[in-house]
């Protein structure tokens, strides 16, 4: 088995040995489930009222009305959700002392940063395939446009990609779980804002400067069905940037 491998082995058995991964999952499917619920709800009261005094169905595009808007609120969601996932990676070996062995281990940092970070992308992935049951169903009732479909669900794991990036490198700051959690999340939230701070700057340069920054266009563009290399490049270029900071953390942290 590669270095890599034996970390994310490790790691994976990490998570399904606690309650972390099972709460997260359980949380995220709910919130998902009520975001796809209530507005098919509220298009199917609308459609009878239509139909008892119209007598006919509207024309209904679930893939606007219902998938996208879905979408969108995942991403807050995953706000919330997944620096619960990273929280742990680097911190909980700091304050149980195995830090130092890790370091001085076979292992290189790039095998145990990227190791880290596969783990916890691989148990985001396996949360978001769950989702996907509840949008087949839907799918298997409705008429969906598949292609759209699919580039959201590419956006929500490129996006959950950088939401765990960064939550490792602040997981690589602390060696308490609780100031993990807090740091990501005003990481994230901090990137998140600069799309609202490029709009107030206008269309100077440093204001288009600052809304590239911000996950938030490249993801939207994805979620509409448009796959643009500038945002495949821009999610890559965010993930391995992090990865590399947190590399620097770590490798910072090995001579203290």
Same mark, same amino acid.
């Given at each position: ?10 790691? #994976? @058995?990490?998570? !399904? +040995? ?8 359980? %949380?995220?499917? $709910?919130?998902?489930? /009520? ?31 219902? #998938? @996208?808007?879905? !979408? +969108? ?8 959700? %997944?620096?619960? $996932?990273?929280?742990? /990676? ?53 008429? /969906? ?112």
């Amino acid at each position: 088995m590669s270095p890599v491998g034996a970390v994310v082995r490790k790691e #994976l @058995r990490t998570y !399904f +040995a606690s309650p972390i991964a099972y709460v997260v999952a359980g %949380v995220f499917l $709910l919130l998902l489930g /009520l975001l796809l619920f209530l507005p098919i709800l509220a298009i199917s009261n609308q459609s009878l009222q239509m139909l008892r005094l119209q007598g006919n169905l509207p024309d209904i595009n679930l893939n606007q009305l219902v #998938l @996208r808007p879905a !979408f +969108a609120n995942m991403a807050v969601v995953m706000l919330l959700l %997944v620096p619960m $996932l990273t929280m742990r /990676l680097f911190a909980e070996e700091k304050k149980l002392k195995t830090m130092e062995l890790l370091l001085t281990s076979p292992l290189t940092i790039t095998d145990i940063v990227v190791g880290k970070f596969v783990a916890a992308f691989s148990v985001f992935a396996g949360m978001l395939a769950l989702t996907a049951l509840g949008t087949a169903a839907l799918g298997a009732i409705a008429d /969906l446009r598949w292609a759209p479909v699919a580039t959201a669900y590419l956006g929500v794991l490129l996006l959950g990609g950088v939401f765990l990036s960064v939550g490792l490198l602040a997981s690589g700051l602390t060696e308490n779980q609780v100031i993990a959690v807090v740091l990501s999340f005003g990481f994230l939230l901090l990137i998140w804002l600069f799309d609202w701070m490029g709009q107030l700057v206008g269309e100077a340069p440093f204001g288009k400067l600052l809304s590239y920054l911000s996950p938030l266009g490249h993801f939207d563009n994805l979620v509409k069905g448009l796959v643009d290399t500038k945002d495949l490049v821009y999610f890559a270029a965010a993930i391995i940037f992090s990865l590399f900071l947190t590399h620097r953390v770590i490798e910072s942290q090995r001579w203290r």
